[in-house]
């Protein structure tokens, strides 16, 4: 079983149109997080959330914005795309610092997102 | 702020050998968790190591170790006995109490048979 699952994997779109990545976790945690990858690798945290609320927004542009209908699920959505928006994007959940052994974040698979 | 470096984009090391990968990170905090995690070319994520700031002890894990100085900020990683398999990125990084975990940038770990 996968235990945190983003949807779909890959996804090639043109400027200016409107997209969703999902991301479900099946761990129980309560945090869940968005990540951005560059060409670079650069890893930047760009949302977290924890029970349902954001608790973390890294100055991500109003364009890009996260719905967690519940704990195990955080999508994002983004509007208006452009061509620096082509990166692959993580999603990630965690136990937190209470976690104990489960502190760690886990990570989806990713999805590349390709704006051309 | 709370930053992670990572001093070595890119290392190499023949297959069999030993390698160390360096990190700092600069946190006014005195209670965190600190991690390394691998990224492959199949582009997965994958903890490799975990170590709570609050224990003395370096953490192991089969052929993967730290070496963990707090005073210091530091916190690198040594591979043993390096496998093809080892080959990828790299990554350090650490979780604030905000279960905030903010990463290196990364180095490219190359393993030459």
């Known amino acids: 079983d996968t235990a945190v699952s983003q949807t779909p994997k890959y996804l090639v779109t043109q400027m200016g149109n409107d997209k969703s990545i999902k991301c479900e976790q099946n761990?129980?945690?309560?945090?869940m997080y968005w990540y951005k990858q560059d060409s670079k690798k650069f890893l930047k945290i760009m949302f977290s959330?924890?029970?349902?609320?954001?608790?973390i927004n890294e100055t991500v542009p109003n364009r890009f914005s996260p719905k967690s209908p519940d704990k195990a699920h955080l999508n994002l959505h983004i509007n208006s795309l452009e061509l620096g928006d082509s990166a692959v994007y993580f999603c990630?959940?965690?136990?937190?610092?209470?976690?104990?052994?489960?502190?760690?974040?886990?990570f989806g698979q990713g999805t590349r997102l390709t704006v051309v | 702020a709370q930053t992670v470096t990572q001093s070595q984009p890119e290392m190499s090391v023949q297959e069999a050998e030993t390698v160390t990968l360096s990190c700092t990170y600069d946190?006014?905090?005195?209670?965190?968790?600190l991690f390394w995690y691998k990224q492959p070319p199949s582009r997965q994520m994958i903890l490799v190591i975990r170590?709570?700031?609050?224990?003395?002890q370096n953490a192991t894990e089969n052929r993967f170790s730290v070496n963990f100085q707090k005073a210091a900020k530091s916190f690198s990683l040594k591979i043993s006995d390096s496998q093809l398999g080892d080959t990828a990125m790299y990554f350090c990084?650490?979780?604030?109490?905000?279960?905030?975990?903010?990463f290196g940038p990364g180095t490219s770990l190359s393993v030459i048979p």
């Open positions: 761990l129980g945690h309560d945090t």
């Open positions: 959330y924890n029970n349902k609320e954001l608790i």
């Open positions: 946190t006014s905090e005195n209670n965190y968790y």
């Open positions: 990630a959940s965690s136990q937190g610092r209470t976690g104990g052994i489960d502190t760690e974040a886990f």
């Open positions: 170590q709570e700031a609050y224990k003395q």
């Open positions: 990084a650490f979780m604030t109490s905000y279960d905030k975990v903010i």
